[in-house]
Every structure is written in C-alpha cells, then in structure tokens.
C-alpha cells in the first residue's frame, strides 16, 4: 500500500488522495459499463457496521450482496452447491477487503481463480494485489462507507437507465450473457 | 396405467422410449446373424453423468397418467372410482401382482408421481441467468433476507424513538405487547416458515435479535411482526377428558371412572352429597385396607381438593397386590373428581401429579441373569 501513501503523521497513515481520485474514476467507469451490458454485481463487505446498508445499496440498485459468512464453495464450486446452469457474478466490488478476523477476504481470490473482476476499497492494511480495480481509501468510518455506496449505487442506476433509453431509441436487443 | 418399481425403469429414459419391461433389440453380428441385444446393453453409465432432471410437463404427464390409471384399477377391482384410497390402491396391487421379495422398496407400487420422483428446488433465476433473489448468492436467501429485515426494523425502531426524544415525547412506559402464555417458535418451526434448514447458532442469533427487539420500549409498533414468531401456550389441562357428570333416581349427581396401576384394574362411581363413606369391593375400607399407607392414598385426591366429608365411594378393584390395587383406585378417584373441579383446580391436579397414571411394571428377568437386574456370581478365576 505504500505506492498509494501521501505519508504517515502521528502513526497514522495518510493516503494520497489524488491517486484515490483516478482509481476511483477508473473502478466506477468500470462498474458503469459492466452495468450497462447487464452484468451481475455482488456486493461484498464483511463488516458487522456496514452489513445492513451494503445490502440495502445492493437491494435499491437491484443487484445482489453478500455480507455474511462466505461458505467455501461459493464461486469455484457453483454448480454442485446451487445447481448446474447457475450463473456467477461478472464483478464482485468489496467494500472491505478484510473479514472479521482481519484476514484477506476469500472472494478476492476466489474471484481471481474465475476469472471474475473485482473492485475493491483497500485501506492502508490490506494488500491490494489481487484486486483488478483497487481504490485506496478508508473502509472504518460510517461517512466514508456510505460514501462509496452512494457512488456504486448512482452509477449503477445511471447506467441502467441509459441501457433502457439506448434500448428505446435504438431498438437494441435486453442484455443476454453470452456462454464462455 | 403403469405400475412402477421402486428401481429406475426403461420408461424414464428420454433417449429410449421403452415400455416399463425391457426391450430385446435385434442386432446383425458382422456374420450376418441376427443377435437380441438387451437394452440394458444400450444404457450408459448412469452414475458418471449429471442427476437426470424432470421438468414440470413431465411430471404433469405423470400425474395425468396416475390418475387415469386409479381409475382403470379401481374399475377393474369392482370398486368405486371416486373415492379410491392409496391405500385401496396398496391393497389392489398386492393382490395383483403377488411378490415373495422381503425387500419392500423391490415390491410392484403404484404411488403418486410426487413420492416417487425426487423433489426439485424450483429455478431461481430468470431467463437472463439472473437469481430473483437479491440474497441469492448467500446460499440462505430466506433466512438472511429476514435478519435484514429484522434489523432494519430495529435501526427504524431506534430513529423514531430519537426523534420522539428529540421532540420531547418520549416516555419509558410505553404500550407494551402481552407475550404471555406464548413462546417463541421452536428451530423445527422456524424452518417450515423459511422453507430451508437452519443452524442452531443461526436460530440462537434470530431470537437474540427478537428479544432486542421486544427490549425497546416502543417495540408495540411491530407488534404484527414479532407475534408471527410466538407460538400460544396450549394449557395441558384443556386435554383432560373429564368424565360425564350423570343424576341418579334420587337427582343425586355422581361419575364413573376407571384407573389401573401395575396390574390392577379399580372402577368408582364417586356419589354427592354423601358423609365420606367409602366401599370396596362389598367391604367397608378399613376392612379391606388394613394398612395405613393405603387408605391415605384413596384419601390423597379429596383430601388434596378439601372435599373430604362430601362424596360417597362405590368401588370395584380387581388384580395385583394391595399397593397396586391402592394406586389404581387413587387414579380412578381422581378422575371422577374432575367433573366436580373447576379448570383451575382440574390444573392443580394435574399439576400434583394425581391425573397422571403410573407407567411402571414388572420388568422382566433376563436369561444370563438372575432376575431383571441380579446378576449371578461374578467369579474372578
């Protein structure tokens, strides 16, 4: 996380917010087009604070969230645990990169290993290796979290609804996912 | 009409449309003989590929097909088409085809579709590949969809009574929901109403939410809510039986019951307005029950109700010991007096345990020992 540092004062990291800006305009450009070609976006955080209003966001933007306890097979093991035509999430965005025990979160390599993108809020504790779009900034406070919801969420809504309007003008066919 | 085995059949396969018996087919060997190859032959390794699914049609065709062939079978029996029973279907069918297997799973049966063809979850995705549910990939939609809900009904919960604080309204005694006489559902229940298992933990943490809940002070708001999760207290008493309260010629009331206890059978018709005279048998009870300890227990049930002076006893009691014969009687006593009782009282009974009836006896000498418990000498060498 050093790259994404300004510094550190009195012991507490200081993050480099020029740098949060562009990865953030990149992660939610990112997220819009996913969106817009009618993707699955997983919500995931597995912060007790944030559990309700994580799955709140996901459930007004009419996407799906996870804030619970991540059983092992979830992406790698699909087919047997939900049934054989299930499809996985096209982008997992993490709202917290660490889980209860402050332990990288399984998903985000579990995403790796599908092939599956992911966005990710990295704090200055957590590695931000394996994350596709990563954006440094602060997962502990209240503010800052329901910050980044409202972000994900108005993108979201944003490029929904200029599918539905490119469908009405240009006749376009309703997003179907092609099989890999 | 097909009569279905309990092992898979030729007739589920989509690939051969056989008959429920298996089809010989004729092959040419390269000699040019004509060689009857089983179908059985033809069947790939069933295990290796995917569970075979049912879709809705087929199973509706099933269905159709079952229920005309109850028809056919109940004609051909001579019987009623209408009302025909599983079990007169059970019934038709091991007569028609009699087996001498012991395995019962082997034996011919004829059962609706839905008991032979395993249960499928029903698709939860649309068209799209999309899940319906926003909690899908959770793996327990309902029950985590339900914490959410519960918890969001408790932070609405906090905010109003922020704002009642806020404008000065707030008071600590608030209504408050009458919860007695209830409990909270039972695990078992709360998985029938979720329609998917649960763990304890989980169950623990959704009745520690609830009783968070229920601990603010204007938790009435959500009354409809929690009484969803309260289950009613049955009294045990409203499952007593009491005996009929019958006028003899003289319109004195009195009641029959019956008691038994480890081999003695006592009848008593227990009569009104009497001095506390009691009968046994033709003899007077302190005839009968020389002992103390006896007579005590056929005074227990009026003595414990302070009715002890009030009813005449007419007792018959037969079988067994007289300690034997004393606790059938006791038990018959009690149960006349019910009629008598008001509920509160019938509950006091219940409660001291004199409606309950004795459940031991004798138990039986072993072989290698020397009576039910004793064993013979233990010898070292």
Redesign the interface.
Known sequence: MEPYLYGCRLDQDIIDLDQTVEHLQLALNFTAHIAYRGGIILFVSRRRQFGHLVESTAMKCGEYAHTRYWQGGLLTNAPVQYGPNVRLPDLLIFLSTLNNVFQQHVGIRDAAKMNIPTVGVVDSNCNPSLITYPIPGNDDTPVSVELYCRLFQMTIRRAKDKRRQMELLHGLSKPTPESS | MAAYCGRTLGAFQRKYACSIFSMATAQLCPQGRQICVSSALHRKNETNS?PRKFSAEFIEKQVGEFDIGKRHLANMMGEDPENFTQEDIDRCIAYLFPSGLFEKKAKPIMKHPDEIFPKQ?A???GA????FH???????ESY?SLM?EL??KI?NLEKYQDRLKAKGLFSKDAKQISLRATRWLTKEEVETVLLEGISTQDYTRFIQLLEQLISMPYHSVEEKFILQYRQQLEAQSSKQTVPQLEKDDRGVDFSRAEGRRKSSVASVILRDCGSGHITVNGHDYLQYFSVLQDREQLMFPLQFTGMLGRFDLECTVSGGGRSGQAGALRLAISRCLLSFLSEGEVENLRQAGLLTSDPRVKERKKPGQEGARKKFTWKKR
Do not use: A, M, S
């Open positions: 995917e979850r698709v939860q995705w799209d590949g999309r899940p926003f909690l899908f990939y959770t793996g327990k985590y959410h918890y969001g932070l």
